[in-house]
Structure formats: C-alpha cells, structure tokens
C-alpha cells in the first residue's frame, strides 16, 4: 500500500512539475502547502506559499525582513492580471509574475508605503515577492525559467 501511494505522489508531482495538471490542479496542490523551494537557474530559494484566498490577502504584511533566500509565491488558479498592493507592508520587495514555468515581467523596488496596484503587463498564474534589490543582485531576466518544488508540510 506505502508503494502505491508513493508512485501516486510521485506521478502527481511529475505532472506538475511538467505542467500536465490544469491550473486549478496546481492550486489545489499547494492549498495546505506552507513552503515550496524555488529554482530560478542555478539561484535557490525557500518560499512561503500563498494559495488561498486568505493567505494571498495577507501576504508579507507585518514581516519585518527577508533573507536573500526567502520570499513568497502567491499561487491562482488561472492566468490574470492579478493586482497586489502593498497593504501592512514594512519593507520594500521585488516581484516576479511567472506564466507556468517562465517569468513574464517584473517589477522592482517597490517601496513598503507604494500606495498604488501592483501588476505584470501579460497575464500571470504565479507571484514570487522577494527581498527589494533581489533582482537586480541575480540578474534575473524576462523569460527566465523557473522551478518549483514542493516540501512536505513541516511545522
């Protein structure tokens, strides 16, 4: 039985990471995810997960620093120009809008008081906030590609 649910696990994570489950799929997945470690090239990054609605509406607010390998990636279920805004915040990020497995645009430098929308200029499933400054420091691209796996649900 052990066996069973292990080559299940293993096919479900296969077919996510090679986008095989549908968008909603892929949020059902990560719904009691609390991390996901994320590869953008040889860059590696331990990151809260935010799939629930609940979850994305609280975000970062009231965290008070970030690693240079920490962040947090907001999951939806469909491509969207999904708005953020920088509701509680005390510290400036960086922003990531990733399409399946590519980034599609960024944005960088947003002070903590930003009082406008936050969005990507092409549609976006996922969400990376990092540390302010992160982009630049990587020298991350448009068009780059990123991984995500998922750690067990540890406390």
Partial sequence: MA??????????????????????????????????????????????????????????????????????????????????????????LDFLFIRGKKIVDLKTEIPADYSGDIQGKIPYDLILELPAGWVKRNRVKIGETVEIIKKSDRK
């Avoid at 996901?36 to 040889?42: C, E, L, P, R, Y």
């Avoid at 970030?66 to 005390?90: C, E, N, W």
Wanted: net charge positive.
């Fill in 3 to 92: 066996g069973l649910v292990c080559l299940f696990f293993r096919l479900d994570f296969y077919n996510f990471i090679h986008h095989k489950t549908s968008h909603q799929d892929r949020q059902a997945n990560y719904q009691h995810q609390k991390q996901a470690t994320v590869f953008i090239g040889n860059r590696e990054l331990t990151v809260k997960v935010a799939a629930s609605p609940t979850e994305r509406y609280r975000g970062l607010s009231g965290q008070k620093n970030l690693t240079d390998k920490q962040g947090m990636l907001f999951i939806h279920s469909q491509p969207a120009y999904h708005r953020y805004v920088m509701r509680g915040m005390l510290i400036p």
